[in-house]
């Protein structure tokens, strides 16, 4: 996980692309309930039917495949489940090789009858979307409703209802899964449904609650959260199939740039800072402990790896992740004092969860380093200090 695929004699095999798979995009901004409710979807499966999912992390870590698979509950609902991840960039905002690389292996490799596909936080849907409605996947997948999940609470907040990402993911849905709408008015659900047909007036709304165990629709008849959602996976997405009809009259490709990201580490930390794509090893020949940034627009992105035998104080670990300046989204599993831990942290949201016994620890975070208000001030990051903060917890 967390490595760039290795491309090397990849190729897109005729017997690999004709299957007709149900495919489903879950999209969401950062901290939106995606995991969770894949989580859900997946818990909801029949037992003796294969799914693969994919997973675009926008970091290198690679943390959300542990975070799927330790909410399994038996080996037999995980062997039924193939995860693969691109991670390292958005895979909306790349070249198309990747995605198409590790669709192609998932479907030869395991042979799924229902593909989950869950972009980054930070992607563009809409490139994505174009992506799946070329040509050469009109036979692969069977491209079902676009997903997409809404978290109420950061609605409330100006800094996302005006944000272009935050609105992006609306604009190029079939269904919006809304959570955490508990604290909501009357008033502020109307207001919020407003906002929403003013961005998409054919989507389909559904209601769900933190735990995602019951739904009422947008005219207020309760429904069984399971079954509406399974039967959305089953309808076909129109925002796909509209892209196809613009594709099929435009009969041109959609050019989508290679956007580097930057590095900024230095060499004197605890850490081993290889950036470098061509210098990141496989997971096995990574020198622990590990630790990566990079930036990209306003947005940081920082993750650790540690070896298994490393104690965090449990308590001491959460007080200081939320002392991290202008944090976005924490999450991780990590070996602690109270046990191996699942951390998945929003500014609206502090969870953790006892998981099994991992080979090491993984900690990812996503930091703004601006507002972007006139009077916001820049957030400086000590990388170093940093380090040997964390490496202080330590027992």
Excluded at 381 to 386: K, V
Aim: proline share 3%; glycine share 4%.
């Amino acid at each position: 996980m967390g490595n760039p695929i290795n491309t090397t004699g990849a190729t897109l095999k005729s017997s690999t692309i004709h299957q007709n798979i149900p495919c489903t995009l879950v999209t969401g901004f950062l901290g939106s309930g995606k995991t969770t409710l894949i989580n859900q979807l997946i818990a909801d499966k029949s037992t003796d039917e294969r799914w693969a999912l994919l997973i675009n992390e926008f970091g290198r870590i690679g943390i959300d495949a542990a975070l799927v698979s330790s909410s399994q509950d038996s080996d037999s609902a995980q062997n039924n489940i193939a995860i693969r991840e691109v991670s390292g960039g958005c895979i909306c905002c790349t070249s198309q090789l990747p995605l198409q690389i590790a669709i192609s292996r998932l479907l030869s490799d395991h042979h799924p009858q229902r593909l989950l596909i869950e972009p980054t936080g930070l992607a563009h849907p809409r490139e994505l979307i174009r992506q799946l409605s070329a040509p050469h996947w009109q036979t692969a997948l069977k491209m079902q409703a676009v997903i997409t999940v809404l978290n109420a609470l950061q609605w409330q907040r100006e800094k996302y209802r005006a944000h272009e990402g935050f609105q992006a993911h609306i604009r190029d849905a079939d269904v919006l899964v809304i959570n955490r709408y508990a604290q909501l008015s009357t008033d502020d659900k109307q207001a919020l449904q407003d906002w929403i047909a003013e961005l998409n007036a054919q989507i389909t709304i559904i209601w769900a609650d933190s735990d995602y165990q019951t739904t009422s629709n947008d005219i207020s008849t309760s429904n069984d959260y399971s079954a509406v959602l399974s039967t959305q996976l089953n309808k076909p997405s129109q925002t796909i199939s509209q892209q196809r009809t613009v594709n099929i009259a435009q009969h041109k490709k959609s050019v989508i740039s290679l956007q580097p990201l930057s590095h900024s580490l230095s060499n004197k930390s605890l850490f081993d800072h290889s950036t470098n794509d061509n210098n990141i090893q496989a997971d096995k020949d990574i020198e622990l402990p590990y630790r990566y940034h990079e930036t990209q627009q306003d947005i940081v992105v920082a993750g650790w790896r540690l070896p298994a035998d490393y104690i965090l104080n449990a308590d001491k670990l959460q007080d200081w992740l939320l002392t991290l300046p202008n944090w976005q989204r924490i999450k991780g599993v990590l070996h602690t004092s109270n046990g191996w831990l699942q951390i998945n942290f929003t500014p609206d949201s502090l969870s953790t969860k006892t998981v099994s016994v991992q080979a090491d620890s993984r900690l990812e975070i996503i930091l703004q380093t601006s507002t972007g208000q006139e009077d916001a001030i820049e957030v400086k990051l000590d990388w170093e200090a940093y380090d040997h903060e964390l490496m202080a917890l330590i027992l």
